[in-house]
């Protein structure tokens, strides 16, 4: 399997002699491509009905290796099967709700099945070490990372800014990890206290939590700067676990298969996916599931008060907001400006045109966006075939969740989380007779308990062994938004 750049320069692309792609573990430990593009397959890998059948039987692990083998071909299949089988178990997927089985992983519930041909089903991917869906990626990341850094003798020092889930998933699957350190920077004192006591209680010698004194964008633009410095960032070995990381993607493929070959006998049955969404890499695995030949019926994206994919997929403008336009909704982790992983589906709705897509998002940072709806002045008519990849949209309200956490527990007995909450409220919007809906749960409610007391007047249920978690001593530092100060951290920390 070969990888290609959305930014390709379309001459090297075109000359063999001159190969423009990489291999699954040349871009593992990656992000972006050197041309500023975001990498994808050559081609998608197709599924058969006779595999779809085979793999109704299979565990999640063995479900995960069949359709991770297609993609990460340049690793022995023995060790894929070994990677994956570690990571997918009912051990570390075990915040499972009492009455749904660890061993499933991503357990499916069905919610309400209407008169109409209706079915309303959500699927838990929040099990996992840090209550949020980017367990199920990262913790298979962390084990590939130590898997190719042993391979080549090497190291590698991750860097990051987080608001909140991304850093958590990252510290719980690097932890303890051979090769590996995690800095990790936050706001000093602007996470939840649970969020906060996730990270810092984390007393592993390979974690470094370092709160920044201001807000997010301070410990981001701090993040920015260090990386920039290509020599000290190459001396350091500094590499990021962000959202375009393509090993990320590809493992939320997985559970798409997993939700679709639950949910039906056979694969003549409708199955559409409603997706709570930010930067788009959860709902693009979902994208990508569907052009392998997985009979997903529509992709819905369900956003929050920050509607730029919403707006998109109503209307062809893809327009980024300024950060005055970024609202701090009671659905943080989908509170985005841009869609960073947007990218790899523009480049599908393009025809796979690396000029075009180039020019496209050239324009999104001299112009804030592009305009693909074909009026008078637009940069192209592509948003009429947006309806061929299956893709539909919606939004909600702070309100709207409040509401749709109190409908849920009433009607169905479940607590859910604010980013499931804007799921459910678009999947309801989105329903068909004969066609099950299912809705990704992004998170756990334990993560978000003040919108719960707020929707229902009671704390949300805390899974064993976070009762506590608050009162657990931490490990942190405190530092001034400061470049220097930070360089001198990470080069005392590496030893290198
Ligand atoms: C990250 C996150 C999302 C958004 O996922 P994207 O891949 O950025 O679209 C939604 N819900 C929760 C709880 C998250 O942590």
């Not at 991917?125 to 850094?149: R, V």
């Not at 997706?275 to 392998?292: Q, W």
């Not at 796979?352 to 966006?369: E, N, P």
């Not at 993560?447 to 657990?472: W, Y």
Request: proline share 3%; aromatic share 10%; charged share 25%.
């Amino acid at each position: 399997m070969q990888y290609v750049s959305t930014r390709a320069a379309s001459s090297a692309a075109a000359s063999p002699s001159q190969p423009s792609s990489a291999q699954f573990s040349d871009i593992l430990l990656g992000g972006l491509a050197a041309d500023g593009g975001l990498f994808l397959p050559a081609s998608y890998p197709q599924v058969t009905g006779a595999e779809l059948d085979a793999w109704r039987k299979l565990s999640y692990a063995e479900l995960a290796f069949e359709i991770l083998k297609k993609f990460a071909t340049d690793i022995p299949e023995a060790d894929l099967r070994a990677l994956t089988a570690k990571t997918y178990t009912a051990e570390v997927y075990k915040n499972a709700r009492k009455e749904e089985s660890a061993a499933d992983i991503t357990p499916l519930r069905v919610l309400e099945e209407g008169e109409n041909g209706t079915r309303l089903v959500l699927q838990a991917l929040s099990n996992g070490p840090t209550l949020a869906f980017k367990d199920m990626a990262m913790q298979l990341l962390g084990n590939l990372f130590e898997y190719a850094l042993a391979k080549q003798n090497a190291e590698l020092n991750i860097f990051g800014a987080t608001s909140g889930d991304t850093g958590s998933a990252a510290e719980y699957a690097m932890r303890g990890k051979q090769g590996i350190r995690v800095f990790m920077l936050s706001p000093h004192k602007k996470m939840s206290a649970f969020q906060t006591a996730q990270m810092f209680s984390l007393q592993d010698p390979n974690i470094f939590n370092i709160a920044i004194e201001g807000v997010f964008d301070d410990a981001q633009d701090m993040v920015k700067a260090v990386s920039n410095d290509l020599e000290f960032k190459a001396r350091h070995k500094i590499g990021t676990v962000n959202s375009i990381n393509w090993a990320r993607v590809v493992a939320q493929v997985v559970y798409y298969f997993r939700g679709y070959l639950a949910a039906t006998t056979s694969n003549d049955q409708k199955v559409s996916f409603t997706v709570p969404s930010g930067n788009f890499g959860n709902i693009c695995a979902g994208h990508i599931a569907r052009m392998m030949g997985l009979p997903i019926d529509k992709l819905v994206a369900a956003t929050n008060e920050n509607d730029v994919l919403d707006e998109f997929f109503r209307s062809g403008v893809y327009r980024v907001r300024k950060s005055a336009e970024t609202y701090h909704t009671s659905s943080p982790s989908m509170d985005i400006s841009k869609a960073s992983n947007f990218e790899r589906f523009v480049y599908e709705l393009v025809g796979r045109d690396s000029d075009r897509t180039r020019a496209l998002f050239q324009k999104v940072d001299t112009h804030g966006g592009f305009d693909l709806s074909g009026k008078p002045g637009s940069d192209g008519d592509e948003f009429k075939l947006v309806a061929n990849y299956g893709f539909k949209s919606g939004k909600s309200t702070h309100q709207d969740r409040v509401d749709t956490i109190r409908d849920v527990a009433d009607d169905y007995g479940i607590v859910i989380d604010t980013h499931t909450a804007d799921g459910i409220k678009v999947a309801k919007e989105h329903l068909e007779p004969g066609v099950t809906m299912i809705v990704l749960e992004t998170a756990l409610a334990a993560k978000f308990n003040e919108t719960i007391l707020e929707a229902l007047g009671e704390d949300a249920e805390r899974p064993d062994g976070f009762e506590n978690i608050e009162d657990l001593p931490q490990k942190f530092v405190v530092m001034k938004p400061d470049v220097a100060a930070m360089k001198a951290y990470i080069a005392s920390n590496t030893g290198l």
